[in-house]
C-alpha cells in the first residue's frame, strides 16, 4: 500500500521531433518553406502590380501632354499660362518678390520629364521615384486646381476642390510609400540583431 503523502511522478511528454520520424519532419519543414517562399511571391506581385496601377496616372497624362506638345507646349501650356500669372500677382502682393518670367513650355517639358522619370522608379520600388512624383504633386496641384480663386457658390469651384482632394490624395499615398519604404530596413535590422545572453 502507498503512502498517503505519495505523489506519482510527472511525465513530461517527447518532443515532437522524437515522436515522428526525422525524414517526416524535414518533408514538413520543406513544405512550410515553400509555401512561405508563394506567399512572399504573391506578395511581390501584388505590390507590383498595386504601384503599376497608381502611376498609370501620371504616365497618361505624360503620354497625353507629350503627343499635344507642339512647338508652343500644346494645351496643357495655354491652360496653365493663366494660372501661373494669378499666382505670380499673388506672390508679388503678399510678399513683394517678383517671380521671374519662365517659358510654360519649359514648365510642361519639366512637368512631363518629373511624371515619367518619377513613375518608372516608382514602379520598381524607389523611394526616389516617389518623391520626384511627390515633388511634382506639391508644386502643380496649387496652381492647376486653383479652387481659391473661385466663390463657393460658382461650378469651377466645385470642379477644381475635387481635383485638388484627389491630388491631395495622391500626395498622402506617395508619403505613405516613402515612409513605409525608410521603415523597412530598421525592421529587418531589430529582426536580425541577435539578444545578448544573460548569465
Known amino acids: 500500500m502507498l503512502p498517503n503523502n505519495y505523489k506519482a511522478p510527472k511525465i513530461s511528454p517527447l518532443p515532437l521531433n522524437l515522436c515522428l520520424p526525422q525524414n517526416l519532419i524535414s518533408r514538413e519543414r520543406k513544405r512550410e518553406r515553400e509555401r512561405e517562399r508563394e506567399r512572399e511571391r504573391a506578395m511581390a506581385f501584388l505590390s507590383f502590380l498595386g504601384r503599376l496601377l497608381f502611376v498609370s496616372v501620371f504616365i497618361l497624362s505624360a503620354y497625353q501632354e507629350f503627343n499635344e506638345f507642339g512647338v508652343d507646349g500644346g494645351p496643357a501650356a495655354k491652360l496653365l499660362k493663366p494660372k ?81 482632394t484627389q491630388s491631395l490624395a495622391l500626395l498622402g499615398a506617395l508619403l505613405f510609400f516613402i515612409g513605409m519604404k525608410n521603415s523597412m530596413p530598421r525592421r529587418s535590422l531589430k529582426k536580425k540583431t541577435p539578444k545578448a545572453k544573460t548569465n
Open 84 to 164: 501661373f500669372s494669378v499666382l505670380s500677382k499673388h506672390v508679388e502682393a503678399q510678399t513683394g518678390f517678383q517671380v521671374p518670367h519662365v517659358e510654360m513650355k519649359q514648365l510642361i517639358l519639366g512637368a512631363i520629364i518629373m511624371k515619367a522619370l518619377g513613375s518608372l522608379l516608382f514602379v520598381f520600388g524607389s523611394s526616389f521615384g516617389a518623391s520626384i512624383l511627390l515633388l511634382h504633386q506639391a508644386i502643380s496641384a496649387p496652381i492647376l486646381y486653383d479652387f481659391y480663386n473661385y466663390e463657393a457658390d460658382k461650378k469651377e469651384f466645385a470642379q477644381l476642390f475635387v481635383k485638388f
